[in-house]
């Protein structure tokens, strides 16, 4: 069995549905963005923060995938945002076809921002286009500033790199230049922001730079249609 020839068939087949999914995307002039990051960066603390943070400014949507149970997606029910869980049921990510499915139950035409929280995992999800239009890898200052090397598919593919935890700077071996320097060094091109979600601190850069990428995307939807 040739198992890189079936591994090109499977992503070929995932980058198919993604480009559909992008098209639909811009079409209904919704900014989409896949949230990545390993277990316990924050990034759900993050999400519910985002949320309560813009208010009634952006309409904001969630897909929330997880290995199993539904804990997460009713911590963002909670906050009044639509939301749809997908259960991978021991799958490491998710797959462009699974975003599909679960858009049957949102009303785009209701969103303007739709957030993709992945599966936590820093390997697997890197290499699955979901019809996003940026990656956002997030990583807390308790995991190590080494993370951009030691997967550096991840840095490479994300457009923005969120460091969380950063009120527990004081208190952890981590160095935010370093870390930096590592991923700035596979991806050049990477935007950062430094967030402290828990006690909700750091956030404007973060929900400024989702109001710029909904209005581009708004921008991109009026061109189309002229």
């Known amino acids: 069995m040739d198992i890189v020839h079936v591994e090109r068939k499977i992503l070929q087949k995932n980058d198919d549905i993604a480009a559909g999914l992008r098209k639909r995307f811009t079409d209904s002039g919704v900014f989409v963005v896949n949230l990545l990051s390993s277990p316990g960066s924050g990034k759900t603390t993050l999400l519910e923060r985002t949320i309560a943070s813009v208010g009634g400014r952006l ?3 969630v897909v929330e995938g997880d290995v199993q149970t539904d804990r997460d997606a009713r911590r963002i029910a909670s906050t009044g945002a639509p939301v749809v869980q997908i259960i991978t049921n ?3 990510h998710l797959e462009a076809r699974l975003v599909d499915d679960a858009l049957e139950s949102l009303d785009l035409d209701s969103c303007d921002v739709l957030v993709i929280e992945n599966v936590g995992n820093l390997v ?3 290499s ?3 019809g996003e239009h940026h990656k956002v890898v997030v990583v807390s200052t308790t995991e190590g500033e080494d993370k951009p090397l030691k997967y550096p598919k991840m840095f490479h593919v994300a457009d923005v790199c969120i460091i969380n935890k ?3 700077l004081p208190h952890v071996d981590f160095s935010v230049e370093r870390f930096r320097k590592y991923a700035t060094e596979i991806n ?4 950062f922001f430094e967030t ?7 956030l404007d850069g973060w929900l400024a730079w989702l109001r710029s990428g909904h209005q581009r995307c708004v921008q991109a939807t009026a061109a189309r249609a002229r």
């Open 59 to 61: 309409r904001m949507a």
């Open 90 to 92: 021991g799958a490491c």
């Open 124 to 126: 697997c999800p890197a």
């Open 128 to 130: 699955f286009d979901l």
């Open 166 to 168: 950063m009120d527990l």
């Open 188 to 191: 050049p091109g990477l935007t």
């Open 196 to 202: 402290a979600a828990q006690p909700g601190n750091g």
